[in-house]
C-alpha cells in the first residue's frame, strides 16, 4: 500500500507570495491532518479534514487555510507568505482520525520563504 | 489545555547503552499515548502507542509503559544503536482527537 505522499518536496518562495502544499492519503485513510514543524516551536497541528470538512483547527491566523477533496486528497493555502512561514509542513492520514489511530505521516513539504 | 513536555536534548550515548526519555503530560480525562520517531530527511514515524492506563507499548527494542499517577509516558530501550539516531517525539491525543506533539528529542548515538 502506497503511503501519503506529499508535493512539492521542497518549495521557495518571497514574501508576499501565496503557495499550496498537497497531500494524499493512504488509500481508505479519510482524516488528513496538517502540522507545522519548526526548530523553536516544534510541531504544531494546524487543521484536519474528515469527508471534506474541517473538523479540527489549530491556533494559526487566518492566512493558513486548507480543503479536502472526495477522493480524500488534501490541500493548504498559506496567503501572505511571512519569512516566520519557513518551515517543514506535514501531513498525516489515519483511516477515521479517532485519538486513538495512529497517524501515518507524509515526508513533508519544506517551505523557505525569502 | 492538554501539553506534552519532554526532556531537552540532544541526548548523546555511546552503542550499547540504556536510554531513557522522559515525558510527562497534562490532559483532562484518558488520552491516548504516543512516541514518534523522525529519522534526517523523512517524516514521522510512529514508534509504539499505549491507549490505557498501565498499558506497555514497544516496538524495535523501545518500551513505554502509560503512567497514570506519575502522568508519565517514558520511552526506554536496553541497549541502543548507531541506527536509532534521531529525533523522537512524545505525543498524545484527547477527545477532540487533535494530536499534541513535545517539542523533541534529538538522540545521536556514537560508534
Known amino acids: 500500500k502506497a503511503g501519503v505522499t506529499q508535493t512539492p518536496r521542497y518549495l521557495i518562495k518571497t514574501r508576499g507570495q501565496q503557495v499550496t502544499l498537497s497531500c494524499s492519503p493512504i488509500?481508505?485513510?479519510?482524516?488528513v491532518s496538517w502540522y507545522q514543524q519548526t526548530p523553536g516551536q516544534g510541531l504544531q497541528f494546524l487543521f484536519e479534514?474528515?469527508?471534506?470538512?474541517?473538523?479540527n483547527k489549530g491556533n494559526f491566523p487566518g492566512r493558513f487555510s486548507g480543503r479536502q477533496f472526495s477522493n480524500s486528497r488534501s490541500e493548504m493555502n498559506v496567503s501572505t507568505l511571512e519569512l516566520g512561514d519557513s518551515a517543514l509542513y506535514l501531513c498525516?492520514?489515519?483511516?477515521?482520525?479517532?485519538?486513538?489511530?495512529?497517524?501515518?505521516f507524509g515526508p513533508g513539504t519544506r517551505l523557505l520563504v525569502l | 489545555g492538554d501539553s506534552v513536555t519532554q526532556m531537552e536534548g540532544p541526548v548523546t550515548l555511546s552503542e550499547e547503552a540504556f536510554l531513557t526519555i522522559n515525558c510527562t503530560y497534562t490532559?483532562?480525562?484518558?488520552?491516548?499515548l504516543f512516541w514518534y520517531v523522525q529519522y534526517p530527511g523523512e517524516g514521522l514515524q510512529l514508534l509504539l502507542k499505549?491507549?490505557?492506563?498501565?498499558d506497555k507499548g514497544s516496538n524495535k527494542g523501545f518500551e513505554a509503559t502509560y503512567r497514570k499517577e506519575t502522568t508519565s509516558f517514558h520511552l526506554e530501550k536496553g541497549s541502543v544503536q548507531v541506527s536509532d539516531s534521531a529525533v523522537y517525539f512524545c505525543?498524545?491525543?484527547?477527545?477532540?482527537?487533535?494530536?499534541?506533539f513535545g517539542k523533541g528529542t534529538r538522540l545521536h548515538i556514537l560508534p
Open positions: 498525516a492520514s489515519s483511516l477515521v482520525g479517532a485519538g486513538e489511530e495512529t497517524q501515518y
Open positions: 488509500s481508505g485513510h479519510r482524516s
Open positions: 479534514y474528515f469527508s471534506e470538512t474541517q473538523r
Open positions: 490532559a483532562t480525562g484518558y488520552p491516548s
Open positions: 499505549a491507549t490505557k492506563a498501565d
Open positions: 505525543a498524545l491525543s484527547n477527545q477532540d482527537d487533535k494530536i499534541i
